[in-house]
């Protein structure tokens, strides 16, 4: 613990025997940051074998993996220096557990408290907060992550302090600092999803929109980490979309990326920001009752559309188009009603549009996937419903022309194909089926079974489909 470790380090500061000649500074530094740089090696090398569970812990301690064990039987006139405490941290930052977070901050506390002559750096106090970040990231329980976010907001809580920043005791936080502790807590939110704990994941999305909010008061630039904290929290608050209730999750996720967009300026935005808020409100409208689906709609619409603009600087990609094309169906996805209304042709209109836009693009430009395939004819499905007589004709035209660009671009999977086997009658299935195997010399056997008709398709058919791992699984 720290008081042991104070003990150690301690006796190092203190004990100068009267009848040593004491060595240069230049000597003092080479041999101390020699046997520091040893330790800290030796200490990173258990890391295959650790593991934040109290057993690997227990086990690590009788295995003698104590970095500071060794400190006094170094030559007491080998005084530790900044650069001691610096390894011997960034060594317990690497080990990913919560005994060598605590271990880290009690070392920094112990330089604090003893060492005041070391001014300890806003690096030093960073790798600490990363230690909790990482141990956060790396534990099993969610307990154990939001523990480890608690501990790294009390240490940044302690850096802001204005009394102790005045004295000159602290050093200044920096956008590092922000971002260790912010994504300490996304992996306590992470955590607490997997564990079903929404209120706790909540928790977690306000502490992190607190600590932006902490970050915007001090006199920091708008660099690229800074960036990265305000993306960090957009994807915080953006996971728990469509989790539970009538929360507006997605909307808050995508207020804060507005924001975010405003402060960046010339600098540029990872898409994936944006990508994060699509999704969300493709799982938002997933949720939402039918009679909301249009207005909510045009977020994700408007959104995309600003994207392939250039109003952002930020470029769309593939997962772009396709969250939006997910989202112009979700609200019906799961609905049994199947008459025909205004607002399934309208998101139909959109979807297409969406498709329409992706399918134009050239020059090394995002183009249809699989993935947008299998969300064109899952819109079909769910838009254009098989049993209204009334857009039989208008269906089956529209598989047609889809199914035809999917296999010349080579985007069937199996997940694409089945769905195409939902959605159409069997006359229709083998009709089309027909009409497109007439050039391969194929013949259908096997009755209409969507396995094994996938499997009699041309292979060029799936060149690229086939290479989507999770749209060519078990057996739909």
């Not at 330089?111 to 002559?117: A, K, N, V």
């Not at 996720?253 to 493709?282: C, K, Q, R, S």
């Not at 909510?296 to 250039?310: E, H, N």
Request: charged fraction near 20%; glycine fraction near 4%; aromatic fraction near 6%.
């Amino acid at each position: 613990g720290g008081v042991g470790i104070a003990n150690r380090l301690n006796y190092l500061a203190q004990e100068t025997p009267a009848n040593k000649t004491i060595p240069s500074n230049d000597q003092i530094s080479v041999g101390m940051h020699s046997r520091m740089l040893l330790m800290s090696s030796a200490f990173q090398s258990s890391d295959a074998q650790s593991s934040s569970s109290p057993d690997a812990e227990a086990a690590d301690e009788k295995r003698g993996l104590d970095p500071i064990g060794p400190l006094p039987y170094i030559e007491s006139d080998i005084l530790p220096d900044i650069t001691t405490f610096r390894l011997l941290i960034n060594a317990m930052e690497r080990r990913g557990s919560i005994t060598s977070a605590k271990l880290a901050e009690d070392l920094l506390h112990l330089l604090e408290e003893y060492y005041f002559e070391l001014a300890p750096t806003t690096a030093i106090y960073n790798s600490v907060l990363n230690a909790w970040s990482q141990a956060g990231k790396m534990g099993n329980d969610a307990k154990v992550s939001l523990y480890a976010a608690v501990r790294a907001s009390a240490l940044l809580d302690q850096m802001l302090d204005e009394e102790r920043q005045l004295s000159g005791m602290l050093p200044p936080p920096n956008e590092s600092s922000f971002l260790m502790v912010i994504n300490a807590m996304s992996h306590a939110a992470n955590s607490a999803l997997k564990a079903g704990n929404i209120s706790d994941a909540k928790n977690a999305a306000i502490n992190a929109e607190e600590l932006l909010q902490k970050m915007e008061l001090q006199p920091l630039e708008t660099r690229q980490i800074a960036l990265s904290c305000r993306g960090s929290v957009v994807r915080i608050w953006a996971s728990l979309s469509g989790m539970s209730g009538s929360h507006d999750y997605a909307a808050r996720a995508h207020t804060l990326l507005m924001n975010m967009a405003e402060e960046a300026g010339h600098l540029p935005i990872d898409v994936i920001y944006f990508n994060v808020v699509l999704d969300a409100w493709a799982r938002d409208l997933s949720r939402k009752d039918t009679g909301q689906a249009m207005s909510r709609l045009s977020k994700p619409r408007a959104l995309l559309v600003d994207l392939i603009g250039g109003k952002y600087n930020a470029m769309p990609d593939n997962s772009s188009f396709n969250h939006v094309i997910r989202a112009c169906y979700a609200p019906w996805a799961s609905r049994q009603n199947v008459e025909e209304d205004e607002d399934r042709r309208n998101a139909w209109e959109m979807a297409f549009d969406v498709y329409s836009r992706m399918a134009e693009r050239h020059h090394g430009a995002c183009r249809p996937d699989a993935h947008t395939y299998t969300h064109m004819f899952k819109a079909i499905a769910c838009l254009w419903p098989k049993n209204t007589a009334k857009s039989s004709d208008e269906r089956v035209a529209l598989c047609k022309n889809i199914f035809q660009s999917c296999c010349q671009d080579g985007q069937l999977s199996k997940t694409s194909f089945w769905v195409i086997s939902t959605l159409l009658e069997s006359s229709e299935l083998m009709d089309l089926l027909s009409h497109e195997l007439r050039d391969h010399n194929i013949m259908i056997k096997g009755g209409l079974n969507p396995d094994r008709l996938y499997t009699q398709m041309p292979a060029e058919w799936s060149r690229n489909g086939r290479n989507v791992k999770s749209l060519n699984r078990h057996k739909q």
